[in-house]
């Protein structure tokens, strides 16, 4: 028994990571089915990039107008013949084994159509750092432990086609796009982690999550908002579990206010306390002002 995986990678004005991205995933210990390159309107020059495509048997290079990186990755999709689709970032790459882990894990669950995904590194210049990884606990949802936890991310993600097709991402938007293209998934489809270190999530320059929190913070929770509007969405996640996500980046920009602009957290954490909205805000709440307090001695 074997399960055949197409990848889909999405590039946009980055060539030399690009470049990295695909000699990784030619690099596999397990064969891709195909890989699959959607360029999305880049003005960069990917004349290596595309010298290395034509030279590797099964990658596919596609060119379309720039439109952002869901409808490049629903283009690859709908694109794709695999009974399994891989997605890659150009920023990030996989570990030799990626596909192996992953291809191992749809064996083990025969084949079911799922969301499959294994863990990250993340590397920030010359540092790395291991995020940790959770348990689910039985008492929660999947949507609920995703938006707690959030250790999934696209690099180390791998769909079954018909989950792929089911929830496509949602074109148009610039944040967290990924975020609700599985929220939706998981209300139909199981999930099915693994605990290896398989990606290296490439942090080191232009990033939305290398921002500001407090410059970002705003734009997801407006977003999550949204989201939890979306019934598929909403009727899997407990209010509780949507106040602690949507409170989350308020503690956020709490803690950074604490290191970097400790002048402002008076004001900042009086706007805190009118967004509370469960018991999990009020601790956090206390808990930020205790650590505020804390600093102010240490100095």
């Not at 880049?42 to 409808?71: E, F, H, M």
Request: with cysteine; hydrophobic share 40%.
């Amino acid at each position: 028994m074997k399960a055949t995986i197409s990848v889909v990678i999405t590039t946009f004005n980055r060539p030399e990571k690009l470049l990295r991205c695909l000699k990784a995933a030619v690099n596999q210990t397990f064969t891709a089915y195909e890989i699959i390159v959607v360029n999305d309107g880049s003005s960069a020059d990917y004349t290596a990039c595309k010298a290395y495509a034509r030279d590797q048997p099964g990658i596919l290079w596609l060119d379309q107008v720039n439109q952002g990186v869901s409808a490049a990755r629903n283009h690859g999709v709908e694109i794709a013949t695999g009974d399994f689709i891989a997605f890659c970032d150009d920023d990030d790459y996989w570990m030799t084994q990626h596909l192996e882990t992953l291809h191992q894990a749809i064996i083990h669950h025969g084949l079911k159509a799922g969301i499959y995904h294994t863990q990250r590194r993340e590397l920030r210049g010359d540092t790395w750092h291991d995020p940790p990884v959770h348990d689910k606990s039985d008492k929660i949802s999947w949507q609920e432990h995703f938006i707690t936890k959030g250790e999934m991310i696209p690099s180390a993600t791998c769909l079954h086609i018909e989950v792929a097709r089911f929830s496509p991402f949602p074109a148009g938007i610039k944040y967290a796009e990924d975020h609700e293209q599985r929220l939706i998934a998981m209300s139909e489809f199981p999930c099915f982690p693994v605990s290896a270190r398989t990606v290296v999530m490439d942090r080191t320059d232009e990033s939305a999550t290398n921002r500001s929190i407090h410059e970002i913070a705003h734009i997801y929770r407006r977003r999550f908002d949204a989201m939890f509007a979306n019934p598929q969405i909403r009727n899997h996640i407990r209010r509780k579990h949507r106040y602690q996500m949507l409170y989350r980046w308020t503690s956020l920009e709490l803690s950074e206010a604490i290191q970097q602009t400790p002048q402002r957290f008076p004001e900042l954490w009086i706007k805190a306390g009118l967004k509370i909205r469960s018991w999990s805000n009020l601790k956090t709440w206390v808990m930020n002002f205790i650590w505020y307090r804390k600093s102010l001695k240490a100095k």
